[in-house]
């Protein structure tokens, strides 16, 4: 006897037996082949069905409709329909409503739908959910807004659960807190599935602080509902949050344990990401595809391929096949290893290589210098899919943004164009990326105007795009502009002001940030805000943000502590500027360098070599950035032997080639110390043409020790670069005025005016009562200016007393604007208070004079900060010992 893969039909019924007997074993019968696929047996049963004369019972009518749907016998299910069912009621359209759905005929449905004389709630469920279940969002919720009007059904707890789905994953909050009004109304807050559903659809809005409320009140939430909150926990308080949420959970799934490997992962945690993922094994909760995901995504953070390559063996084990998910993890893990055989081999292993894989291969060969192989993997990608991927035409967009190849760039727009992947949103924004990149702010400009959808990414771009360009108005046109902005938007802007010149308008920006209810400032903002603070010598400001640093927690990140000691430091402030130093923990190379170039604009040389070979004892290697600030420490403090030594040492020991920059220090630490024509030896051997500051370097030297021999060959060559800084010519001409050749300077001072070069105007700068005060040369416009001068001719009879002697020299001279500035500080500050002044060029001899004298008839400290270095001044001295 042959053994059928379908229950045998009920037998015959005898005489004896009930109607609803039998009736209830061919529905089991017909049930159990919907289970099990069996399309032969639900035929053979309707075949019985006809034969026992029950075919036309329109409850096993349905029952068989729901069995040759459930075999995707559509078919099948269509003829019952149309020629054996004369007298279909709700739950005979319900039925194939769903199978219609369920196999993707989505048309069909709704073709159905509209024709059913009679619905309930779940033939409006049906559809909402066969929406759904298609990503056709909006469509299902218009669905819920159609049934809510026709007024014929009373949503349920499922017609709430697959709206708010729907809700989060559009993002709509306005939506969700309509939803939430709409289920308060109907009293459905209580039900497990609603209460669930409106947790996770507030998280997936955004909107954690109200689904943390709600989510507090459901009783004995369910595994996807604190799933959920681990997700929102992790997004917007941090992943210590989600750690605590995650820790008091009574039980977990490996969506959990998944969920705080992705977390940990995300933010940069990576060994508590792969210590969670050891932690989930020993629990015995198997590692899933989406686990060896995160775990190599975060793998290819870390320096070493160790994890990766253990990861790597794992997922050969113990996955039946490595779906494209994790093949792309490991491709990326390999190229971002620089480790493209590797690579390519797990590449080429692929049965279906999905546009994920091929986007992270030419991604991970563009960013590591292999631009041309992603060219051509790009190309094959083609050849082999005979469709173009957004994501890997942004990707090669970007490098050839990173190459400055705008020809190339120019044939991919073309392909965007012919292809019609410009429509995405990635794609515009890569493009109009690499067209301000290229300095072609037109061609940016048009394709931004020309999208259809724009993102906050598009906006910051042509912010960034402007701000680079130095067109800040341009830049606020947009940013203005933006209808919804995030903190990417306010860095960009904020960026904007600080690095051309704007800073005042850029940290009274930062008021308008903290009054902004969705945005929270980040490292970025702050990193940019004491940069501003730094520039301006904004001293109680920068004080006042630290002080928010503290209360947020971001005082601890590196990149926000180096901000705060370079702002200490250029605000004159070296011993605050140590201790952070000395506080930070996790040092990395811009915490040494900013300490050694601190240490050096301030003319501590010594301190500065200190700090350099702690680092180096330390075992931290030094940078291109760490050479030129001890060089610039030994040429402020004029250590010659230390300083020849540390360039030598570049080459030999570090293998980093001395820049322009280390020459330029080298330059003015020979001819500082008086070693002019070693100076100008290193000048004829270098392998790079000499610049205006290497030049301008020597011609420095010349003056102080009054070589107009070699000075005037410094300034020949300075002219012939034709730099538009009037300081060189300013120095020259001054020298042929010292040595009486007034024919010679009143040519240099010619030579100026014919080529356009107007002298710099001297400018200096000082923060009182958390406002900036800008001193120029014989300025009236400050308010102050006659008690100013005032206060300033009293100082200067009183260092007269001295044994000063005002040299004969212009009258703007005398009012220089650092003078001016030390007036007004004495007037405006208390006793106990150093004085901070910032200056835009180099300060002179008379002025270095008259404020050492000043500092001793007055008792006062000042610090004074040139275009070169630090000055302080107390007691009749500077700090620089009058070397600078």
């Not at 917007?236 to 969920?259: H, I, K, Q």
């Not at 107007?758 to 000082?766: E, F, Q």
């Not at 900036?772 to 005032?790: C, E, G, L, M, W």
Request: hydrophobic residues 40%.
């Amino acid at each position: 006897m042959v053994a059928t893969p379908w229950p045998p039909p009920p037998p015959p019924p005898p005489a004896a037996a009930s109607h609803m007997a039998v009736t209830q074993a061919f529905a089991d019968a017909l049930r159990s082949c919907s289970a099990r696929g069996a399309l032969s047996g639900a035929r053979a049963l309707h075949g019985r069905l006809v034969a026992v004369g029950l075919a036309s019972a329109v409850f096993l009518q349905n029952t068989l409709l729901h069995a040759y749907l459930s075999c995707g016998a559509l078919p099948d299910a269509r003829r019952l329909l149309q020629a054996d069912i004369a007298h279909p009621n709700v739950i005979t359209h319900n039925v194939m409503l769903n199978g219609y759905a369920k196999l993707g005929r989505l048309s069909d449905a709704v073709e159905l739908f509209d024709r059913m004389p009679a619905r309930d709630v779940a033939s409006w469920n049906t559809l909402m959910s066969g929406y759904f279940q298609s990503r056709q969002q909006f469509a299902a919720l218009e669905t819920f807004v159609s049934m809510h009007r026709s007024g014929d059904s009373s949503p349920n707890a499922f017609t709430f659960s697959c709206a708010m789905k729907s809700c989060g994953a559009l993002g709509w909050h306005g939506l969700a807190l309509q939803l939430l009004g709409m289920v308060q109304k109907f009293d459905s807050q209580d039900d497990s599935e609603v209460a669930t559903s409106l947790v996770d659809m507030f998280v997936r809005c955004g909107d954690v602080d109200l689904a943390a409320r709600l989510f507090v009140r459901v009783e004995n939430p369910t595994i996807f509902c604190r799933n959920s909150m681990l997700v929102g926990y992790a997004k917007t308080y941090g992943v210590d949050c989600a750690l605590e949420l995650f820790d008091s959970m009574p039980e977990r799934d490996v969506v959990s344990w998944n969920m705080m490997v992705s977390a940990l992962s995300q933010s940069g945690r990576v060994r508590e990401a792969l210590d969670m993922a050891v932690e989930m094994y020993s629990k015995g909760v198997r590692l899933d595809s989406t686990t060896y995901t995160s775990c190599l995504t975060a793998c290819a953070r870390l320096p070493s391929l160790g994890w990766g390559k253990q990861l790597h063996a794992q997922v050969i084990r113990n996955l039946p096949r490595i779906d494209s998910y994790v093949a792309s993890a490991l491709v990326e893990l390999y190229a971002k290893s620089s480790c493209f055989k590797e690579a390519k081999g797990v590449f080429n292993s692929l049965r279906d290589r999905n546009n994920v894989a091929w986007t992270v291969l030419i991604s991970g060969f563009s960013q590591h210098g292999c631009f041309t192989e992603s060219v051509e993997l790009f190309n094959q990608m083609r050849a082999e899919l005979m469709t173009l991927d957004q994501f890997a035409l942004a990707t090669l967009i970007s490098g050839c943004c990173s190459r400055m190849d705008l020809c190339l760039g120019r044939q991919l727009h073309s392909l965007c164009l012919r292809s019609g992947q410009i429509q995405a949103v990635v794609v515009s924004n890569s493009l109009i990326s690499m067209y301000a990149k290229c300095g072609n702010l037109q061609s940016a400009e048009s394709i931004f105007r020309v999208m259809s959808e724009r993102d906050i990414v598009s906006w910051t771009s042509m912010i960034t795009a402007y701000s680079q360009a130095g067109n800040i108005m341009k830049a606020r046109e947009f940013f203005d502009g933006m209808s919804t902005k995030n903190v990417i938007t306010w860095n960009a802007m904020l960026g904007a002001y600080i690095q051309h010149g704007a800073e005042e308008d850029g940290l009274n920006m930062y008021s308008t940030i903290l009054s902004e209810k969705d945005v929270r400032p980040d490292w970025v903002t702050y990193v940019t805000l004491f940069k501003g603070c730094a520039d301006l010598g904004a001293n109680k400001l920068g004080d006042q943000i630290i002080g928010d640093t503290v209360k947020v927690g971001l005082i601890l990140d590196t990149s926000v502590a180096n901000a705060v000691i370079t702002m200490y430091s250029k605000c004159g402030r070296i011993l605050e500027a140590r201790k952070v130093f000395d506080f930070l923990n996790a040092k990395d190379i811009v915490s040494w360098n900013a300490m050694i170039t601190g240490y050096s604009q301030h003319g501590l040389g010594k301190q500065a070599i200190e700090i350099f070979d702690d680092m180096l004892k330390r075992g931290a290697k030094p940078d291109y950035i760490s050479y030129v600030a001890v060089l610039s420490g030994c040429s402020h403090s004029g250590l010659v032997q230390e300083g020849k030594s540390y360039f030598d040492m570049m080459k030999k020991v570090h293998n980093i080639f001395p820049g322009l920059e280390h020459f330029s220090c080298m330059v003015d630490l020979l001819g500082r110390a008086g070693h002019l024509t070693e100076a100008k030896d290193l000048i004829d051997k270098m392998p790079m043409k000499p610049t205006a500051e290497v030049w301008g370097a020597l011609l420095s030297a010349c003056k102080i020790h009054g070589n107009n021999e070699l000075a005037e060959l410094a300034a020949k060559q300075l002219f012939e670069l034709d730099s538009p800084d009037s300081g060189s010519y300013m120095l020259m001409a001054k020298i042929y005025a010292d040595a009486g050749k007034s024919d010679d300077s009143a040519q240099v001072r010619k030579l100026m005016r014919d080529k356009g070069i107007k002298k710099n105007p001297g400018y200096s700068w000082m923060e009182v009562d958390n406002k900036v005060h800008v001193f120029k040369a014989d300025d009236v416009s400050h308010p102050q200016v006659i008690a100013i001068r005032n206060k300033l001719d009293e100082l200067m009879e009183k260092i007269a007393a001295l044994g000063y002697v005002r040299t004969e020299s212009p009258r703007s001279e005398i009012h220089h604007s650092e003078k001016l500035a030390v007036a007004f500080g004495l007037m405006s500050l208390p006793d106990w208070m150093p004085i901070h002044i910032m200056k835009n060029l180099r300060i002179c001899n008379d002025c270095h004079t008259v404020i050492k004298l000043i500092s001793s008839v007055t008792g006062r400290e000042f610090v004074i900060r040139d275009a070169v270095r630090f000055h302080h001044f107390k007691g009749g001295s500077c700090s620089c010992g009058d070397y600078w």
